[in-house]
């Protein structure tokens, strides 16, 4: 990282297995203060950046800061999405559960490069609901290259009920390209069995025999998960997660403690 960036930061630390945790050098920092185009140049090559210290944007500020990077993904609640659990949720995205690996974008017209979080209200500690994210590029470079071969013949389709911002139809192979580095990326959002979320995803395989699509799922749910994969991050109270979208997939584990976590979501195109 260089220029303004760079002089704002008291502490650069390496996570694992992959991504970046850069502190603030003093109180009065913003996430404003941050030239925007080199914390998303810092987000391409670490996948994952997690600023911490740094004051938070009100939902205006932080689109017109994202604004300054590129067109902002806009829903029928504008552009930044609150993140809690609600007492009547009807998308898993607001309930208290797990949410399994998925790309943003994935229902919209435009997938996101990036997308931001910033932590209102984080967890105790124990509380679950950690955000995890996958590094798909390392899952494909390292798998058998027969599974690969499989990959490389799958097709996956989607369908979901409009519950939410997003919902419908969608198919795509389950190996994409990754738009900037070229690198090869799993494009996959986990199946959502009807007996456990409120809004059920279902998945056909195509390209592949229907032996072959059981094989093809049963080893992503464990090969995407491996903690040499993934990291996993624990919501404190200020955090900003600034995540890599089309290399990435993400979900979120389920809370088994207090619920009051809130994030504020903005997703950068
Ligand atoms: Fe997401």
């Not at 124990?126 to 013949?153: F, I, K, M, Q, S």
């Not at 025999?209 to 749910?221: F, G, K």
Request: charged residues 20%.
């Amino acid at each position: 990282m260089t220029s303004r960036m760079h002089d704002s930061l008291s502490q650069t630390t390496e996570l694992r297995p992959f991504g970046q945790l850069v502190t603030a050098a003093g109180k009065q920092v913003s996430l404003a203060d941050v030239v925007i185009d080199t914390l998303l140049e810092a987000v391409s090559a670490a996948k994952v950046v997690v600023l911490r210290g740094y004051r938070l944007l009100d939902p205006a500020e932080l689109e017109a800061y994202c604004r300054m990077a590129g067109e902002i993904l806009q829903w029928n609640f504008g552009a930044v999405l609150d993140l809690d659990v609600r007492d009547d949720p009807q998308n898993y995205l607001f309930d208290a559960g797990d949410v399994p690996f998925h790309w943003d974008g994935a229902f919209a017209n435009k997938v996101p490069r990036f997308f931001l979080f910033q932590c209102v209200q984080g967890s105790p500690a124990g509380a679950g609901g950690e955000t995890v994210c996958c590094d798909t590029t390392a899952v494909y470079r390292e798998a058998p290259e027969e599974l690969r071969a499989l990959w490389h013949r799958t097709t996956v389709s989607y369908r979901t009920d409009k519950l939410a911002h997003y919902g419908g139809l969608l198919t795509a192979p389950l190996l994409s390209s990754h738009p900037t580095t070229g690198e090869t990326t799993i494009r996959y959002a986990e199946p959502l069995d009807p007996a456990r979320y409120r809004n059920p995803l279902f998945l056909t395989l195509d390209g592949i025999s229907p032996e072959e699509a059981v094989l093809v799922m049963d080893d992503l749910r464990t090969r995407l998960h491996d903690p040499r994969y993934c990291y996993s991050h624990s919501w404190q109270t200020g955090d900003i997660v600034v995540v890599e979208n089309h290399g990435l997939l993400h979900g979120r584990n389920g809370f088994t403690g207090s619920t009051e976590r809130h994030l504020q979501r903005i997703q950068i195109i």
